[in-house]
């Protein structure tokens, strides 16, 4: 069973030019749950998970794994 | 949503973490220095009611997040899913201080005189400090 869910946010963020401020502001949250998304420390919700995947323009499981990139 | 409502989201979530954090060593010296507290200025009507004031209020923000005068955008901003999530496990934090500090104010009751008052007052600032601290902690991270 996996214990950590992995995630490419601050790629794809970068990618995409954004700030964490200004991915905050497209998804409707503070710029704090972006950045404990990023590190690791929370685990959003599904909800927030494909409201992240809409803003991004990225299918949800591009941007969250179950495994480490490789 | 604006840019200058995410900044000053942030903003107040600091603030509102910082306070708790004052609240809780407030409650902390409190529940030290305010056992047997006939010694205090104030009458004991001022003095208990002060006291539930004090005890409704910070039960209402860690029940609420507070921010109950700010707009709507505002108050979603900084009672967002992370603050939520924080929230609960400080929530969590209290319910277990209660139950120690019960159990060894219990204790501590067999070997030395102390009301029922007192007990109950040790046990609800002990408490709800725990969770203020755990809350300012998980949302200064």
């Given amino acids: 069973m996996a214990e950590r869910l992995y995630n490419r946010l601050l790629a794809i963020r970068t990618e995409?030019?954004?700030?964490?401020?200004?991915?905050?502001?497209?998804?409707?949250?503070?710029?704090?749950?972006?950045?404990?998304?990023?590190n690791g420390i929370f685990i959003p919700s599904t909800l927030l998970a494909?409201?992240?995947?809409?803003?991004?323009?990225?299918?949800?499981?591009?941007?969250?794994?179950?495994?480490p990139d490789e | 949503m604006t840019a200058s409502d995410i900044d000053k989201a942030e903003r107040i979530a600091r603030a509102r973490a910082l306070i708790m954090a004052i609240a809780a060593l407030v409650l902390l010296i409190q529940a030290v220095l305010g056992v047997g507290d006939e010694a205090s200025s104030m009458t004991p009507v001022l003095r208990n009611a002060t006291w539930g004031v004090m005890i409704l209020f910070w039960l209402i923000i860690l029940a609420t997040g507070?921010?109950?005068?700010?707009?709507?955008?505002?108050?979603?901003?900084?009672?967002?899913?992370?603050?939520?999530?924080?929230?609960?496990?400080?929530?969590?934090?209290?319910?277990?201080?209660?139950?120690?500090?019960?159990?060894?104010?219990?204790?501590?009751s067999l070997y030395t005189t102390i009301s029922v008052r007192e007990g109950l007052r040790i046990v609800t600032d002990l408490s709800i400090a725990a969770a203020l601290i755990r809350?300012?902690?998980l949302e200064t991270r």
Wanted: net charge positive; hydrophobic share 50%; no cysteine.
């Fill in chain 2, 66 to 108: 507070g921010g109950l005068r700010l707009g709507r955008n505002l108050r979603s901003l900084i009672n967002d899913e992370v603050s939520f999530a924080n929230r609960s496990l400080a929530l969590q934090t209290g319910f277990w201080a209660a139950m120690l500090v019960g159990l060894i104010v219990y204790f501590a």
């Fill in chain 1, 16 to 38: 995409r030019g954004l700030t964490q401020a200004g991915l905050a502001e497209l998804v409707g949250v503070s710029r704090k749950t972006i950045n404990t998304v990023e």
């Fill in chain 2, 135 to 137: 809350y300012a902690w």
């Fill in chain 1, 50 to 67: 494909l409201k992240l995947s809409r803003a991004l323009g990225r299918p949800v499981e591009e941007i969250f794994s179950l495994e």
